[in-house]
């Protein structure tokens, strides 16, 4: 299979303590996660995507307008997924950044204190399902975003992401119920790992590895 | 805590309290501004639907969920009087003549508050099937029952993210399927609503988690078809409103 669910890099219990319950892992990564894997190689021959890298097929699914939904569904959310989990851990969060992403967040997003609030806010006016996102622009700028469905900033043209998060009911209504704001603060105050974040930052973005 | 704790049942009698108890789920509620908007009674038990809907889901998508969009809906229009005191159904239908400013936010939670009384409204039954005229229209749309419930289910199921799965109803009495993303209506398009499936996460997760599929399954053992046909014949009527 070309398209593969990759390992969670923390245990399905590690992040229990820090408000995402262990169903909330093995159901997210092992059930929704896989189901785009799944979907997504199943439209490999169908949509001519053979060859093509992860980021390239979001890119060009993106282009396509509601053409391209069918594959921008299972192809982002595959590419948003696998972003997703590398930029939580066990006691993340909070306000010790690395130097760097720390100075870029100040320069370009008017201080910490406010990117958290405009991170906060995107992700609860992303009406419905959808996803947050922390996004080097196309000017070399940071800024924040959000997308519905299984969009991403590679899909919309916006960038490349750095920090997203899933803001689709299953990621936080057996934890959060239907407060979303409650489950924003909480990935804020203890689940983002700036370690990561400061990583794809210096890098100019996440390479998935991932091609059809 | 497992799900089995999670999905303790707690009927009408017991009320708001119960959600008070169910560990980690902070419920957030923000006192109702004024408005002419209300959210209505259920017009049965929290566990009346436990045949496809647990009784906690039902309190909490009917409380907070619809209660949040009837709570928006009135603080979208607290400067809107005109358009406040419009039957909800007429505003949906002219979404575009509201104010650019407010449109989004009456489109959500207007679509929403439609889309949520019409549910619960065509609830609360035993399933089957209908009969008479509905049961006529059905098979003159659709062939038969087992077609149309077929082909509407897939059409739930195949809505992908937040949305709806509806069945449409002409003056005329013919219908139709149609989806529809976040909270939009068929409303919006001019066409009335028969009946409608909600197939936002919200609406099964703590029961059904990703298995959306057993749950518009399983919706169908819960729909009351005597309400349905009141629904058919106000809409043949012209006096169907959301
Ligand atoms: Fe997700
Ligand atoms: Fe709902």
Redesign the interface.
């Known amino acids: 299979m070309p398209f593969t669910l990759p390992p969670l890099p923390y245990s399905t219990n590690a992040l229990a303590a820090n408000g995402m319950c262990q169903e909330t892992l093995e159901l997210h990564h092992g059930k929704h996660h896989n189901a785009y894997v799944t979907a997504l190689n199943g439209l490999i021959e169908s949509k001519g995507l053979a060859g093509k890298s992860l980021e390239q097929i979001c890119a060009e699914a993106g282009k396509s307008g509601a053409e391209g939904l069918p594959v921008l569904n299972q192809a982002g959310q595959h590419y948003n997924h696998i972003l997703f989990w590398q930029v939580m851990q066990p006691g993340g969060g909070g306000d010790d950044l690395p130097g760097a992403l720390k100075a870029k967040i100040d320069s370009d997003l008017g201080g910490l204190a406010k990117f958290k609030e405009d991170f906060k806010q995107a992700g609860v006016t992303q009406f419905g399902s959808g996803w947050a996102w922390l996004v080097i622009g196309n000017d070399g700028k940071l800024k924040v975003t959000k997308t519905p469905n299984g969009a991403n900033p590679l899909s919309t043209g916006e960038g490349q992401p750095i920090l997203g998060v899933d803001v689709w009911e299953h990621a936080y209504y057996l934890d959060f119920r239907n407060v979303r704001p409650n489950y924003l603060q909480n990935f804020l105050d203890k689940l983002v790992n700036w370690e990561v974040v400061a990583d794809l930052l210096q890098k100019g973005g996440m390479k998935s590895g991932q091609s059809a | 805590?497992?799900?089995l704790h999670?999905r303790a049942l707690f009927g009408a009698a017991a009320g708001a309290a119960s959600l008070w108890a169910?560990p980690?789920?902070?419920?957030?509620q923000t006192p109702p501004p004024a408005g002419p908007f209300r959210l209505p009674d259920l017009p049965y038990a929290f566990d009346a639907n436990e045949a496809a809907i647990d009784a906690r889901t039902m309190e909490?998508h009917w409380r907070?969920?619809h209660g949040?969009q009837v709570n928006g809906l009135n603080a979208a229009l607290r400067d809107q009087p005109q358009l406040a005191a419009m039957p909800l159904d007429q505003l949906l239908m002219k979404l575009n003549e509201v104010p650019e400013s407010i449109r989004?936010a009456v489109r959500?939670n207007g679509g929403g508050n439609a889309n949520h009384t019409m549910f619960w409204q065509i609830m609360g039954g035993r399933g089957g099937e209908p009969t008479g005229e509905l049961a006529q229209a059905i098979a003159q749309d659709f062939g038969d029952f087992a077609t149309f419930r077929t082909r509407f289910t897939a059409a739930a199921n195949g809505v992908?993210?937040?949305?709806w799965a509806f069945v449409t109803v002409t003056p005329a009495g013919r219908l139709g399927i149609v989806t529809k993303?976040?909270?939009d209506t068929p409303l919006m398009d001019g066409q009335r609503v028969l009946i409608g499936n909600d197939v936002?996460?919200?609406a099964y997760?703590?029961r059904y988690?990703?298995r959306r599929g057993e749950y518009t399954a399983n919706w169908w053992n819960v729909l009351d078809w005597s309400r349905i046909a009141a629904r058919y014949a106000a809409a043949k009527a012209g006096t169907l409103g959301v």
């Open positions: 805590m497992t799900l999670r169910a980690r789920a902070t419920l957030a909490i907070f969920h949040g989004t959500n992908f993210g937040s949305g993303p976040g909270q936002w996460e919200h997760y703590l988690q990703n």
